[in-house]
T-cell receptor, first 109, second 116 residues
Framework: DQQVKQNSPSLSVQEGRISILNCDYT??????FLWYKKYPAEGPTFLIS?????DKNEDGRFTVFLNKSAKHLSLHIVPSQPGDSAVYFC????????FGAGTRLTVKP | NAGVMQNPRHLVRRRGQEARLRCSPV?????VYWYRQLPEEGLKFMVY????????ESGMPKERFSAEFPKEGPSILRIQQVVRGDSAAYFC??????????????FGQGTRLTVV
């Protein structure tokens, strides 16, 4: 039962451009959403979160948008940098966290 | 200021043996989560524990897998009679309370289990 879905396994963008990572969910009871970033051979690290009562949260180059009616959220990274190349996981939760399958972002110099 | 510590980092077991994966949460954290990442796949929720209690084990196979988080000591994920399909990276995360928008969960570096 995949409650959180990331349908794009990979994304490649040019340095300096915008990266947009998408995530869909099915459980309307989720009350918070998070994005984690993962480098190879390391554990995921927290990036940014958003409450279900908001539609946007911004932190530096990272902005998360939430569309509750569409059960969709997205992470925007602008400008993208080569160091942003990693796997990005979307997560959603109520009392625990459920993760999507991840999107591998490659930022080309 | 230690983060979540998982050991061992790498574990090799023969089919039929037992695997014990340990997770020491961040000091003061009472909530622990275990996730499994199969090759080329995302993080799959397995179990959520809060000191001495299993809160949600809906993602854990009903046979051969068990988890505990005793009052003292690390959380243990135990896999009995391992099979090749158990080969994966197992990640543990901890949080001081139920995770939410203002309470992030911190992950360990994972234990990579290989069953030969």
């Amino acid at each position: 039962d995949q409650q959180v879905k990331q349908n794009s396994p990979s994304l490649s963008v040019q340095e300096g451009r915008i990266s947009i990572l998408n995530c869909d969910y099915t459980n309307s009871m989720f009350d918070y959403f998070l994005w984690y970033k993962k480098y190879p051979a390391e554990g995921p690290t927290f990036l940014i979160s958003i409450s279900s009562i908001k539609d946007k949260n911004e932190d530096g180059r990272f902005t998360v948008f939430l569309n509750k009616s569409a059960k969709h959220l997205s992470l925007h990274i602008v400008p993208s940098q080569p160091g942003d190349s990693a796997v990005y996981f979307c997560a959603a939760g109520n009392n625990d966290m459920r993760f999507g399958a991840g999107t591998r972002l490659t930022v080309k110099p | 200021n230690a983060g979540v510590m998982q050991n061992p980092r790498h574990l090799v077991r023969r089919r039929g043996q037992e695997a014990r994966l340990r997770c020491s949460p961040v000091k003061g954290h009472s909530h622990v989560y275990w996730y499994r990442q199969l090759p080329e796949e995302g993080l799959k929720f397995m179990v959520y524990l809060q000191k001495e209690n299993i809160i949600d084990e809906s993602g854990m196979p009903k046979e051969r897998f068990s988890a505990e988080f005793p009052k003292e000591g690390p959380s243990i994920l135990r896999i009995q009679q391992v099979v090749r399909g158990d080969s994966a990276a197992y990640f543990c995360a901890s949080s001081p309370r139920v995770p939410g928008v203002n309470t992030e969960a911190f992950f360990g570096q994972g234990t990579r289990l290989t069953v030969v």
